[in-house]
């Protein structure tokens, strides 16, 4: 933006929603960036989940001040929206910058629409900084929620999309955008040099964790399927350096279970037996317990479907351990969309069964999402 696009903030009052991911190539905050721009007046912030600083894991995140600026920073994430919305309208155009991470349960993109309502009610407009998706832009898995929902309501997976959705941020604000009659002035300055066939570490930037519990790409990579299982009483890793990565309980038998996957789900990536202790995980899963678990690692990007592997595994952990596994409903048909997988893995359908009742939808939003790509 400031190189190609800087008469979109000349003489302009701004406001910013970012976190610690908001830095250029060079590692640079967004805040000094913009504060020594010419003609722009940077005079307010907001922040997501997870805080500005991207350290926070727990809700109800307070209004704050940035130590090194000064500047006010308005939490979305447990903040005054009283507080919030004076902010929006003390400003003359308000920038987001955020990395997104490519799977529905992302709070993200809800933070995004919230600040849109807020400006589309004083007539503000809005920039979205772009950025990658790091999981690449391509697949789309998983099942498909069939309207979108009120963000204030249903923060995390609201959108009308997949748990994989193949779509940078940018993209998914002009999807809410319409989706939501949202009607917000809406820019994006795109991500320049990002192709949809990329993955993060083909960009040459720096991975910065856009959450507490997401350490690397492998996370990413395996996240859209794995953090299904937030809503059952199996640890997802939290506490460990391999969050998402690892899935593990007290009473599993990873070698029982692995025996019992459907061998389909498996292609693409390795998985193994494995032993792990989550030290204070912020899930209060298993805190100080040595847990049998089970290691996923991708193998081969491209044809790895994590949606498909969580759906399996779901199954034989349901089918191996039917008195221990259980599911925290609320929670996991919150993540799901509905019950429809909840209650087809407890019935016991095959994984190829509730596969193959999410490709129609599937194919519905591929074409619907053409007209909001940018890349």
């Not at 849109?116 to 407009?125: L, P, Q, S």
């Not at 678990?293 to 191996?320: N, S």
């Not at 053409?370 to 890349?375: M, R």
Request: hydrophobic share 40%; with cysteine.
């Amino acid at each position: 933006m400031l190189a190609d696009s800087a008469h979109l903030i000349a003489g302009k009052r701004i406001g910013l929603l970012s976190n610690n991911t908001g830095v250029d190539h060079l590692g640079r905050r967004d805040v000094d960036l913009l504060r020594t721009a010419p003609g722009a007046r940077l005079t307010v912030l907001f922040s997501p989940e997870h805080g500005f600083l991207g350290k926070e894991d727990r809700s109800g995140l307070p209004d704050s001040r940035d130590s090194a600026t000064g500047l006010p920073i308005y939490s979305l994430y447990g903040g005054s929206r009283t507080a919030a919305r004076a902010a929006v309208d003390s400003v003359d155009v308000l920038l987001i910058d955020l990395q997104d991470i490519g799977a529905r349960y992302y709070t993200y993109i809800a933070t995004t629409v919230q600040l849109m309502r807020d400006a589309t009610r004083v007539g503000k407009r809005v920039i979205v900084l772009d950025r990658p998706d790091p999981v690449g832009g391509v697949a789309m898995q998983g099942n498909v929620r069939a309207r979108a929902s009120d963000p204030d309501s249903l923060f995390s997976g609201f959108m009308p999309v997949p748990m994989r959705y193949g779509m940078t941020l940018g993209e998914l604000a002009r999807l809410a955008n319409d989706a939501l009659a949202v009607g917000t002035d809406l820019v994006v300055v795109p991500a320049l040099g990002w192709n949809r066939t990329m993955f993060y570490d083909q960009t040459g930037l720096p991975w910065v964790k856009p959450s507490p519990n997401m350490p690397d790409i492998e996370s990413a990579l395996l996240y859209p399927g794995t953090c299904l299982f937030e809503g059952t009483n199996v640890s997802v890793g939290r506490g460990t350096a391999t969050a998402f990565r690892v899935l593990g309980a007290p009473w599993l038998d990873p070698e029982r279970v692995i025996a019992r996957l459907d061998t389909s789900a498996l292609r693409g990536v390795d998985v193994r037996a494995t032993r792990f202790t989550p030290i204070a995980p912020t899930d209060g899963k298993y805190a100080g317990v040595a847990l049998q678990g089970i290691e996923l690692r991708v193998r081969e990007r491209q044809v790895y479907d994590p949606t498909k592997l969580a759906v399996a595994l779901l199954a034989a952990i349901k089918a191996v351990h039917p008195a221990d596994f259980q599911f925290r409903a609320q929670s996991f048909d919150r993540l799901a969309a509905g019950p429809e997988l909840r209650t087809a893995i407890e019935a016991g359908q095959s994984p190829q069964a509730i596969w193959n009742s999410w490709t129609s939808d599937l194919a519905r939003f591929r074409e619907a999402r053409a007209k909001y790509l940018i890349y």
